[in-house]
């Protein structure tokens, strides 16, 4: 199974997602699927593209390129990835929802498959029909929390 494996951040990032995606990515190959991870970079010395324990990594300048209202930049991500999507045709994705989720959504259609979402916090201001999280669940066939209380506030 080909698995696109969407995050805001990945190594040589530290924290909880990274951590995760560090175990689960790995066991994901062991059990012989391709995975391909997109991901934002918070520097510009990041390689573009790069190979972590025989992980496919692309590094896109999204999470800079949204603070900044970068729109020439924006559209520049949103092309390669679509072509990036296009060519990788995944069977799933597993997206941890966050700001890079928009860049998803806005390429869904390029190679659509079932999208898993993992929440990690939800926004107070999230649930507007119109909100990039709502545009985010609704585009998913399963989504999941990572605590008994998100859980509860995404039945509600």
């Known amino acids: 199974m080909r698995i696109l494996y969407w995050t805001d951040l990945f190594l040589p990032h530290i924290g909880g997602i990274e951590t995760f995606s ?5 066991a994901l190959q062991a059990r012989g699927h391709e995975v391909m991870v997109v991901t934002s970079d918070l520097t510009l010395d990041e390689p573009r593209v790069d190979t972590l324990s025989g992980i496919s990594v692309h590094r896109f300048p999204t999470w800079n390129a949204l603070r900044t209202n970068d ?23 597993h997206v941890h929802f966050g700001a890079t989720s928009y860049t998803y959504v ?16 939800i926004p107070e201001s999230s649930f507007t029909a119109d909100s ?6 609704r585009a998913s066939a399963v989504v999941n929390a990572v605590s008994a209380q998100g859980h509860r506030r995404l039945t509600r």
């Open 132 to 137: 990039l999280f709502s545009k985010v669940l």
């Open 106 to 121: 806005q390429t869904q259609r390029a190679a659509p498959a079932p999208t898993v979402t993992t929440v990690h916090a």
């Open 71 to 93: 729109f020439g930049t924006i559209m520049g991500i949103r092309k390669a990835v679509t072509a990036l999507k296009r060519r990788f045709q995944p069977d799933v994705a």
């Open 22 to 26: 560090m175990d689960l990515v790995p």
